[in-house]
């Protein structure tokens, strides 16, 4: 099984909602990623964790809330975003760190309005 | 920042042509890889290819790497319809856990 599960797909909503993507692997791996794309731009690296610990996070405003609660499951806490928070979030996992193939989610389309 | 720039931006070619796009990054790396992605879904790896390694191949793709000039090449031979997507350099950076993407080859195959 090479699959990392995203959900929500899709997610509208307001700037002042609260709300959480998730993340799932099952593959064994200890590195997990949340990244941020734009339209027609490449993924850009928002935080890894590496055996359910933060080890990077790339400078990102404090509405943006990553959580790990275990090996297999990942998670991003969205509060008070701005319509320019408006992308697709996208999820991986690798083996360690990111020397190793990294396997993607199929994303959450996410638009703040 | 990015570290991988890649030309060109957008390729277009008719069915069994084949496709050429060039990665250009700044800094050492360990290994380089490439990603495809479908509109709007989630990147699949093509191919690794390390430090170490010139060329490599796998099916009707072949990468090659020059570190003197630091720079990469994927090469899709025979392209089919279902190959259109966009495809993506990534090099590793300090550490090991920082993957940074190239912009991206828009990739546009006419059946």
């Known amino acids: 099984d090479t699959e990392v599960t995203q959900t929500p797909k899709h997610l509208v909503m307001g700037m002042t909602n609260k709300k959480s993507l998730k993340c799932e692997q099952h593959m064994g791996h200890r590195a997990m990623y949340w990244y941020k794309q734009k339209a027609k731009k490449p993924p850009e690296l928002m935080f890894v964790?590496?055996?359910?610990?933060?080890?990077i996070n790339e400078s990102v405003p404090s509405r943006f809330s990553p959580e790990c609660p275990n090996s297999s499951l990942l998670n991003l806490h969205l509060h008070a975003l701005q319509p320019e928070d408006s992308a697709l979030y996208l999820c991986?996992?690798?083996?360690?760190?990111?020397?190793?193939?990294?396997?993607f989610g199929a994303g959450t389309r996410l638009s703040v309005l | 920042s990015q570290q991988g720039e890649e030309d060109p931006q957008a390729l277009s070619i008719q069915e069994g042509e084949n496709a050429t796009m060039n990665c250009s990054y700044k800094?050492?790396?360990?290994?380089l890889q490439w990603y495809r992605q479908n509109s709007g879904r989630g990147l699949v790896h093509l191919i690794l290819i390390r430090s170490n390694e010139r060329e490599k191949h796998s099916g009707r793709l072949r990468v090659t790497l020059d570190t003197s000039k630091k720079s990469s090449s994927l090469l899709i031979t025979a392209s089919r319809a279902a190959d259109t997507a966009s495809y993506f350099c990534a090099t590793d950076g300090i550490g090991g856990f920082k993957t940074i993407f190239g912009a991206g080859t828009r990739l546009f195959v006419k059946a």
């Open positions: 800094t050492s790396i360990n290994n």
């Open positions: 964790y590496s055996y359910e610990k933060l080890s």
């Open positions: 991986a996992s690798s083996q360690t760190g990111g020397k190793n193939i990294q396997y």
